[in-house]
T-cell receptor, first 116, second 113 residues
Framework: DARVTQTPRHKVTEMGQEVTMRCQPI?????VFWYRQTMMQGLELLAY????????DSGMPKDRFSAEMPDATLATLKIQPSEPRDSAVYFC??????????????FGPGTRLTVT | GQQVMQIPQYQHVQEGEDFTTYCNSS?????IQWYKQRPGGHPVFLIQ?????EVKKQKRLTFQFGEAKKNSSLHITATQTTDVGTYFC?????????????FGSGTRLQVQP
């Protein structure tokens, strides 16, 4: 049963520290998304990749956030330096785009980040 | 920019009652997807609607896509405690090159046994 995996599941860090979150998309999926979920803002798209190339990162604060896909089996989201307002659950999702159409997204379990 | 609104934000029903959540977009959508997120869990895909006026059913769940492709609804008949969670719609605007979905704010459903 193919799943998206994310590590770590929980992260508590102090303000100013670097945070790296990792995601392994489902094998064969060509699109990877990063979302942030908070009570106040709901589910926000931060960035997404197609065939490892970044397509849209307009939802991401550029000064402190960065997203990469070093290879097809790994996507990373980094925050440097982290701030308390970054506290949220970060979801990675992968999906398959064929002929320009996106089929369902499969979400990972999320990384719950707390910045103190 | 595109906005996707969902109402109500929260609904509390008695087990056996029906439930409906509505999704409205400020722009025409090429498709709409629905997801369910259990408390403490992650969103799970339920269904995708593509055609104007399309209606799809999954057991007690009925999904509709409006004729103008700007709104959608999810109706649950005779709710059960297993239906508890937050239901999100997510749509892709038709007139942009953006391939990502915009998620609605979600409707949280609580079912009283």
């Amino acid at each position: 049963d193919a799943r998206v995996t994310q590590t770590p599941r929980h992260k508590v860090t102090e303000m100013g520290q670097e945070v790296t979150m990792r995601c392994q998309p489902i094998l064969g999926h060509n699109t990877v998304f990063w979302y942030r979920q908070t009570m106040m803002q709901g589910l926000e798209l931060l960035a997404y990749f197609r065939n490892r190339a970044p397509l849209d990162d307009s939802g991401m604060p550029k000064d402190r956030f960065s997203a990469e896909m070093p290879d097809a089996t790994l996507a990373t989201l980094k925050i440097q330096p982290s701030e308390p307002r970054d506290s949220a659950v970060y979801f990675c999702a992968s999906g398959l785009v064929l002929s320009g159409e996106l089929y369902e997204q499969y979400f990972g379990p999320g990384t719950r980040l707390t910045v103190t | 920019g595109q906005q996707v609104m969902q109402i109500p934000q929260y609904q509390h029903v008695q087990e056996g009652e029906d439930f409906t959540t509505y999704c409205n977009s400020s722009t025409t959508l090429s498709n709409i997807q629905w997801y369910k997120q259990r408390p403490g869990g992650h969103p799970v895909f339920l269904i995708q609607l593509v055609k104007s006026g399309e209606v799809k059913k999954q057991k007690r769940l009925t999904f509709q896509f409006g004729e103008a492709k700007k709104n959608s609804s999810l109706h649950i008949t005779a709710t059960q405690t297993t239906d508890v969670g937050t239901y999100f719609c997510a749509g892709r605007p038709m007139d942009t090159g953006r391939r990502a979905l915009t998620f609605g704010s979600g409707t949280r459903l609580q079912v009283q046994p």
